[in-house]
């Protein structure tokens, strides 16, 4: 498989990158590396063993907030397994990590046509493509509102210029649609029966960049409430850069 590859070097899918995100790929390229040097076969896989300190300090340029998220998003997807049934105490709760390939596999096989939204000065698709990119970004912009009007009783305008600027921004920066799915149905759970927060149920607020990290990334943590914060020190005597 030559998806991903070994070494330092600091390179991608760009496939991959417009399916999941750019900060995504990145992440599965440096967790494929660690696996090549130093991963450990259990239960007939490659497993990976790091604390999100861990990640930290060999991606210095990602924070552990950004760097859960990422994680979380990726289990979500199952693109990534991770587990803490490996370890060989009870009390031992870091956490092992290894890529489902089937998983990359079946995601690159889903066509897409908006590759060109995330990397602008390599798209040479002709006229015709560029079209048929357009034309797919606003059914989903569409579907994306008629979703948020159905889940939280709104009625949202699908052609206003203000709410299509607000969602092509959120998915130019690598979130799918999915993701704001789950912004709606996170935030609508929290809001709807709230009579104080149910008129924030709107795109201006749950679009806006830096409110969307944050519901998502909230969201994604309770999807994956097997998660926790108790990280003990793991030894890594290659602890080194990402990249």
């Known amino acids: 498989m030559k998806l991903l590859v ?65 994680i979380t998003k990726l289990e979500h997807y199952q693109i990534i397994v991770s587990s803490n049934k490996l370890n060989s105490f009870n009390t031992d709760r870091s956490k092992w990590y290894r890529i489902d390939y ?35 970004q606003s059914d989903e912009i569409a579907n994306i509102i008629n979703y948020l009007n159905k889940k939280a009783e709104k009625q ?37 029966n709230d009579l104080q927060m149910n008129k924030y149920l709107r795109p201006i607020t749950l679009f806006r960049p830096g409110n969307f990290e944050s519901y998502l990334n909230d969201a994604l943590t309770r999807l994956q409430d097997k998660n926790i914060d108790f990280e003990p020190v793991v030894l890594d005597f290659d602890e080194g850069e990402c990249y």
Not at 161 to 189: F, H, M, P, S, W
Request: glycine residues 4%; charged residues 30%.
């Open 156 to 192: 949202f305008n699908e052609h206003s210029k203000t709410n299509i600027r607000l969602i092509k921004a959120i998915l130019k920066e690598g979130y799918t649609v999915e993701d704001c799915y789950l912004v709606i149905d996170e935030q609508v759970r929290n809001w709807k």
């Open 102 to 136: 089937e998983k990359i596999d079946e995601l690159l096989q889903k066509k897409i046509y908006a590759q060109e939204e995330l990397f602008h000065e390599e798209s040479n698709l002709p006229e015709v493509k560029m079209t048929k990119a357009n034309t797919d």
């Open 6 to 70: 070994s070494g330092r070097q600091l390179f991608l899918s760009q496939d991959l990158a417009a399916r999941i995100g750019v900060e995504e790929a990145l992440f599965l390229q440096h967790l494929y590396y660690r696996l090549e040097t130093q991963g450990m076969e259990k239960e007939g896989h490659m497993w990976y063993r790091q604390t999100y300190q861990g990640w930290a300090k060999q991606c210095f340029h990602w924070n552990i907030r950004k760097i859960k998220r990422i």
